[in-house]
């Protein structure tokens, strides 16, 4: 007995000592990286700005995240704004002698392509050369790639250009089949986000708005595509029906790629372009290596702070998302700052929690008492994400932004039905009338349904209010675009929802001019984070358990199951934008 004890003791020793190890080695290669990624990147003589898998477009630093689990095959992030100012800078380096985009899949949202875009097409003022490569291209990839002066394809490749759609699941079947009951209170007809649970078809008020919606950000893209590749509009929307991208041959023919080449032998065509002997290697830089090169801007002049805001609305403290305890920090620093002449508040949410939403706000409109407060919006500006905007002096849109749904609506799931069918059953022992109003074995009652409603109608009613006062309009004015329906960016624009269409770039001048700044820097907020604090700042049971179900599951699928498992995003008030719209790769 006694030398199996010594047994078990040696084995659990050595397990300690094992873990030991690998935790040390893992904090070793973290300092490693960090170390390795703060290194100085020097821009050799007749480069090309390289564009590539590797590149993840993020909004906003609250996006970043390292998994425990996935630790070395991150990709890297880079801020937006820090891409546009690359890529800008790079139009009167003389060492960057052109842009060579080189990526089949897109890491980015439709808005950050079209700024991405926006300031390639200024790079070309410069008379530098753009060029485009692909193998496999996603309809994201190339609607950045067609930009370039010369597109080429490889032989066995393709383009998957094949317009926009969007898939609507439904729940209702499904919840009635298995005796889910779900308690659905809302105001707008077109707050479609409770639909799935309501029908089990797609209403023609959702129809409406979601074709309206697709056939704006279409005829944008297609546009831009079109124009890019001289191309008339009529032939480019035979080509997208055929999937002529499909084959190689055909997007040759039809004008959607200049040549049918090897990598190698585009590669070889970049170093004839820098006159580049065969023998010697072609300078390619990244676009994270570039950024990496730039020393510290002169900070000596006024400050116009950028705080981003990506991600869902929810109440609580934590770093990723928009969490109301943690932006109401963020706000209040902003707002006794001195050295902060103005605020330009980039938003790229869909909405979430009315409570976590209005709280935001409020501390907002004490900053905009202060200080000048512009507002930029990204992919998403909608519901929560549109509420939190009501403060500003001016607001700033993308022609794609999905904008608007102005809207509220409560969910509360309940399962007395297949309960009870499983011969299980509750009695309720209570002080009050309504001290058990809702319950998930026995449902709601009707006064809670009754005071529910009343709820979200207040909510509704306190929601116009607020963009009454910052639009000018009257109630009945925001209504009528209201009811949860969603706009793109320009027809934001058209009815009033916005005041102008244009960047992030646009806003931070903007809001240097209201505070009557000539001369000034931009400081990002909130600040970046360290691979430590990524890593170990929720690494709880919860949390590891939450991130394998999603990486197992995928982002969407992982998104559609929070609604109906997260506590968080039941039985409150929401201010949600009924869906995200991806352009599928």
Same mark, same amino acid.
């Given at each position: 007995?006694? @030398?199996?004890?010594?047994?078990?003791?040696?084995?659990?020793? !050595?397990?300690?000592?094992?873990?030991?190890?690998?935790?040390?080695? %893992?904090?070793?290669?973290?300092?490693?990286?960090?170390?390795? +990624?703060?290194? +100085?990147?020097?821009?050799?003589?007749?480069?090309?700005?390289?564009?590539?898998?590797?590149?993840?477009?993020?909004?906003?630093?609250?996006?970043?995240?390292?998994?425990?689990?996935? %630790?070395?095959?991150?990709?890297?992030?880079? =801020?937006?704004?820090?891409?546009?100012?690359?890529?800008?800078? !790079?139009?009167?380096?003389?060492?960057?002698?052109?842009?060579? /985009?080189?990526?089949?899949?897109?890491?980015?949202?439709?808005?950050?392509?079209?700024?991405?875009?926006?300031?390639?097409?200024?790079?070309?003022?410069?008379?530098?050369?753009?060029?485009?490569?692909?193998?496999?291209?996603?309809?994201?990839?190339?609607?950045?790639? @067609?930009?370039?002066?010369?597109?080429? =394809?490889?032989?066995?490749?393709? /383009?998957?250009?094949?317009?926009?759609?969007?898939?609507?699941?439904?729940?209702?079947?499904?919840?009635?089949?298995?005796?889910?009951?779900?308690?659905?209170?809302?105001?707008?007809?077109?707050?479609?986000?409770?639909?799935?649970?309501?029908?089990?078809?797609?209403?023609?008020?959702?129809?409406? &708005?979601?074709?309206?919606?697709?056939?704006?950000?279409? $005829?944008?893209? +297609?546009?831009?595509?079109?124009?890019?590749?001289?191309?008339?509009?009529?032939?480019?929307?035979?080509?997208?029906?055929?999937?002529?991208?499909?084959?190689?041959?055909?997007?040759?023919?039809? $004008?959607?790629?200049?040549?049918?080449?090897?990598?190698?032998?585009?590669?070889?065509?970049?170093?004839?372009?820098?006159?580049?002997?065969? *023998?010697?290697?072609?300078?390619?830089?990244?676009?994270?290596?570039?950024?990496?090169? %730039?020393?510290?801007?002169?900070?000596?002049?006024? $400050?116009?702070?950028?705080?981003?805001?990506?991600?869902?609305?929810?109440?609580?403290?934590?770093?990723?998302?928009?969490?109301?305890?943690?932006?109401?920090?963020?706000?209040?620093?902003?707002?006794?700052?001195?050295?902060?002449?103005?605020?330009?508040?980039?938003?790229?949410?869909?909405?979430?929690?009315?409570?976590?939403?209005?709280?935001?706000?409020?501390?907002?409109?004490?900053?905009?008492?202060?200080?000048?407060?512009?507002?930029?919006?990204?992919?998403?500006?909608?519901?929560?994400?549109?509420?939190?905007?009501?403060?500003?002096?001016?607001?700033?849109?993308?022609?794609?932004?999905?904008?608007?749904?102005?809207?509220?609506?409560?969910?509360?799931?309940?399962?007395?039905?297949?309960?009870?069918?499983?011969?299980?059953?509750?009695?309720?022992?209570?002080?009050?009338?309504?001290?058990?109003?809702?319950?998930?074995?026995?449902?709601?009652?009707?006064?809670?349904?009754?005071?529910?409603?009343?709820?979200?109608?207040?909510?509704?009613?306190?929601?116009?209010?607020?963009?009454?006062?910052?639009?000018?309009?009257?109630?009945?004015?925001?209504?009528?675009?209201?009811?949860?329906?969603?706009? @793109?960016?320009?027809?934001?624009?058209?009815?009033?929802?916005?005041?102008?269409?244009?960047?992030?770039?646009?806003?931070?001048?903007?809001? !240097?001019?209201? !505070?009557?700044?000539?001369?000034?820097?931009?400081? @990002?907020?909130?600040?970046?984070?360290?691979?430590?604090? &990524?890593?170990? *700042?929720?690494?709880?049971?919860?949390?590891?358990?939450?991130? /394998?179900?999603?990486? $197992?599951?995928?982002?969407?699928?992982?998104?559609?199951?929070?609604?109906?498992?997260?506590?968080?995003?039941?039985?409150?008030?929401?201010?949600?934008?009924?869906?995200?719209?991806?352009?599928?790769?």
């Amino acid at each position: 007995m006694r @030398s199996f004890f010594k047994n078990v003791l040696a084995n659990i020793v !050595a397990i300690i000592i094992l873990c030991a190890v690998f935790f040390i080695f %893992f904090i070793m290669m973290l300092v490693f990286s960090s170390m390795g +990624s703060d290194k +100085s990147v020097t821009v050799k003589k007749n480069s090309v700005l390289t564009i590539n898998l590797k590149t993840n477009i993020i909004d906003s630093p609250t996006e970043e995240q390292m998994d425990l689990f996935g %630790f070395g095959n991150q990709n890297k992030n880079v =801020l937006l704004y820090d891409v546009l100012e690359a890529i800008n800078k !790079a139009k009167t380096d003389d060492n960057i002698k052109g842009i060579s /985009i080189e990526t089949d899949d897109l890491n980015a949202g439709l808005t950050q392509i079209d700024d991405l875009r926006n300031a390639i097409e200024d790079f070309k003022k410069s008379g530098k050369f753009v060029y485009a490569y692909g193998n496999g291209v996603s309809q994201s990839a190339y609607y950045l790639g @067609s930009v370039a002066d010369q597109y080429y =394809l490889h032989p066995a490749g393709g /383009i998957e250009l094949k317009g926009l759609s969007t898939e609507v699941t439904f729940f209702k079947d499904f919840a009635d089949k298995y005796g889910i009951g779900i308690e659905v209170i809302r105001h707008g007809k077109f707050k479609s986000a409770v639909e799935p649970f309501l029908r089990n078809d797609i209403s023609p008020e959702n129809k409406e &708005q979601l074709s309206t919606l697709l056939n704006d950000l279409w $005829k944008n893209t +297609s546009y831009k595509m079109a124009a890019s590749r001289k191309i008339d509009t009529a032939q480019f929307r035979t080509v997208v029906d055929s999937l002529y991208g499909m084959i190689p041959e055909q997007g040759l023919k039809y $004008k959607l790629a200049d040549k049918l080449i090897q990598k190698s032998e585009y590669e070889d065509l970049l170093k004839t372009k820098l006159n580049v002997k065969d *023998k010697e290697k072609l300078n390619k830089i990244s676009l994270t290596n570039y950024i990496s090169s %730039f020393t510290d801007e002169d900070q000596s002049g006024e $400050k116009v702070a950028v705080l981003y805001a990506s991600g869902s609305i929810n109440n609580g403290d934590e770093y990723n998302d928009i969490h109301s305890e943690k932006y109401v920090k963020y706000i209040k620093k902003l707002q006794e700052d001195d050295k902060v002449k103005a605020v330009v508040f980039r938003i790229n949410s869909p909405g979430g929690s009315a409570n976590a939403s209005d709280e935001i706000l409020f501390e907002l409109q004490q900053l905009k008492k202060k200080k000048p407060l512009i507002v930029s919006f990204g992919d998403y500006a909608a519901s929560g994400g549109y509420y939190v905007a009501m403060a500003a002096d001016k607001i700033y849109s993308e022609p794609n932004t999905l904008t608007g749904s102005i809207g509220v609506f409560g969910v509360l799931p309940y399962y007395k039905d297949i309960a009870n069918k499983n011969g299980i059953r509750a009695d309720v022992v209570a002080t009050n009338a309504n001290s058990m109003y809702y319950s998930g074995l026995n449902g709601v009652t009707p006064y809670g349904v009754n005071m529910m409603t009343k709820s979200v109608e207040g909510t509704y009613k306190r929601f116009v209010h607020f963009v009454t006062q910052n639009r000018k309009k009257t109630f009945e004015q925001i209504d009528n675009v209201g009811g949860g329906r969603v706009w @793109s960016g320009v027809r934001a624009k058209e009815i009033g929802l916005v005041d102008e269409l244009g960047t992030l770039n646009d806003a931070v001048k903007f809001a !240097a001019q209201k !505070a009557g700044v000539k001369s000034y820097y931009v400081e @990002s907020y909130p600040k970046r984070i360290t691979p430590f604090e &990524q890593i170990f *700042k929720d690494l709880n049971e919860e949390d590891v358990s939450a991130r /394998i179900i999603k990486s $197992k599951i995928g982002k969407s699928n992982y998104e559609i199951l929070q609604q109906i498992t997260d506590k968080k995003l039941q039985s409150e008030v929401k201010m949600e934008m009924p869906y995200q719209i991806r352009i599928n790769n």
